[in-house]
């Protein structure tokens, strides 16, 4: 046998040498997809609300696309603050995400003296998801049938009107402090572990009125065991076309909820991108779209660059108004 030249010895080598490569190229590959696993989708407020609600359709949505499981996970407590620690120390591996209402990020900073997180620096924002309409609504037997006539019997009985929210520093809860101080009214506030407990109170005569969310109140609108005094957002809702906004009766009052898929800070870029153009497919849906109109929400996009902005306008603009509200929470 004649001894193998060095070319036939180099080309030997390879041909051996290449398959272990791309299998262990395609082992990375493999290893780099995502999600390999499922996602746990922190939701640092109570089940039955409208971000408990958009949540869930969004989940979903992205577990179908996706292929993995998208696990909501709802952590309670501090007005949102408690979830939102949580999510904000998770691993930055796209594993746990975040979907949270504005008030989480852009309103706490402004009601708490310490969060416990900096809405900047300790997250990606990563799309906005939805807008939601919220409505100030009453228990059937109360006198008052609009705003106006609750301001009225306000200011004859200071102090003798309850009003639910989800609980403190929240967005219900904040809302009602607005209309007061924008009013000069006071009634007594009444705090839930919740909107569905907040409106289930309602309905049963425990406090008169509260300012809900349409996901966790339109059912019971439609019923006729609750009824709407004034739509909360600037505009009127198309899945309430006749119930006027609260600013048609005071000058300037009006607000635009919005809801948010976030990751810890320092989630890989890649990641980020992959679940912003995910989300946009899903609002995309008409079957998501049909879902979130159903419960008086309509589709958000938004790239990440435009959410942090959005962020970074909001979180001066709730600070002056929370100030002008008195509303301050230890």
């Not at 080309?11 to 262990?24: E, N």
């Not at 609600?53 to 499981?69: N, P």
């Not at 006027?244 to 898929?261: C, D, R």
Request: aromatic share 6%.
């Amino acid at each position: 046998m004649f001894p193998l030249s060095r070319t036939r010895r180099t080309l030997l080598a390879l041909s051996v040498s290449l398959p272990l490569s791309w299998a262990t190229t395609g082992l990375a590959l493999a290893q780099d997809k995502y999600p390999s696993k499922p996602v746990t989708v922190v939701v640092p407020q109570a089940a039955g609300g409208a971000n408990d609600t958009i949540a869930r359709v969004i989940a979903q949505k992205l577990s179908e696309q996706l292929g993995q499981a998208f696990v909501v996970d709802n952590r309670t407590g501090a007005g949102g603050n408690v979830g939102t620690v949580a999510a904000a120390r998770a691993k930055a591996d796209g594993y746990t995400v975040m979907i949270t209402a504005d008030s989480s990020l852009v309103i706490n900073p402004s009601l708490y003296k310490n969060t416990g997180f900096d809405p900047l620096k300790d997250f990606e924002p990563v799309g906005t998801l939805a807008t939601a309409g919220y409505v100030l609504v009453a228990n059937p037997t109360f006198p008052a049938k609009n705003t106006a006539e609750l301001i009225a019997l306000a200011k004859q009985q200071p102090g003798k009107i309850n009003i639910g929210s989800a609980g403190n520093g929240t967005l219900n809860h904040l809302i009602g402090e607005m209309l007061s101080k924008a009013t000069d009214i006071e009634m007594v506030h009444v705090p839930y572990k919740g909107a569905s407990a907040a409106v289930t109170d309602l309905v049963a005569g425990q406090v008169q009125v509260s300012v809900q969310s349409l996901p966790s109140s339109i059912a019971f609108i439609r019923s006729g065991k609750i009824k709407v005094l004034g739509v909360v957002n600037p505009k009127r809702l198309p899945a309430l076309p006749d119930a006027p906004t609260i600013g048609e009766t005071v000058k300037g009052f009006g607000a635009t909820p919005w809801y948010g898929l976030f990751a810890p800070a320092g989630t890989p870029k890649h990641i980020v991108a992959q679940l912003n153009a995910e989300i946009a497919k899903a609002l995309d849906s008409k079957e998501v779209q049909e879902r979130l109109a159903g419960v008086g929400c309509e589709p958000y996009k938004s790239s990440p660059e435009q959410f942090a902005s959005l962020i970074r306008e909001d979180l001066p603009r709730w600070a002056k108004i929370v100030k002008a509200s008195g509303a301050t929470i230890d």
